[in-house]
């Protein structure tokens, strides 16, 4: 029993040894601490593609905000934080995407917008934050069709619900 005690007590600190993986997750969860080697290399790339997708979609919605408030949350506050950088760079149009129907709380969201933008130095027009669909590509028509026409069924290749020959293995 003790040499079971001795070698699971090695064992905990030898794990306890081993060196953390490096983050790949932005800042402010990714940002170097004292050693510079916190992050790895490919944290760069990844940042790029981000900001590539957000200047593709410049978007804000309801989930940026506290629910039934004008208030940003967290996540709303980080995200309009890296559209003022990337506008400030590059310019464009902020959309605010909603599906609320209270004019008031749509309005008193859209001038929080303004009064963030504002504070970060973007200069805020009319033109620059507009209430509209997101951006992006989106998707066909025949696409949209055919989830709508889908959507909630489903349909087994056979009456059973599975197939003749059995469940079949996962190959990864």
Avoid: W
């Amino acid at each position: 029993m003790r040499r079971l005690f001795v070698l699971g007590a090695a064992a905990v600190l030898l794990l306890g040894c081993n060196e953390s993986a490096k983050r790949l997750n932005a800042p402010p969860h990714g940002i170097p601490g004292e050693n510079a080697t916190d992050t790895t290399d490919m944290q760069g790339t990844f940042t790029y593609m981000v900001d590539n997708a957000m200047l593709a979609d410049m978007t804000i919605t309801d989930m940026h905000f506290f629910p039934h408030r004008a208030m940003l949350n967290t996540l709303g506050e980080q995200r309009l934080s890296r559209f003022a950088s990337l506008m400030d760079a590059y310019g464009g149009q902020l959309r605010m995407s909603t599906d609320l129907s209270d004019a008031s709380l749509i309005a008193s969201r859209l001038q929080t917008v303004r009064e963030f933008l504002t504070q970060t130095g973007i200069p805020t027009t009319a033109e620059v934050i507009l209430r509209d669909m997101p951006g992006g590509r989106g998707m066909d028509a025949d696409e949209a069709i055919l989830i709508r026409a889908t959507e909630g069924t489903y349909r087994p290749s056979n009456e059973n619900g599975s197939s003749p020959e059995g469940p079949q293995p996962v190959v990864p």
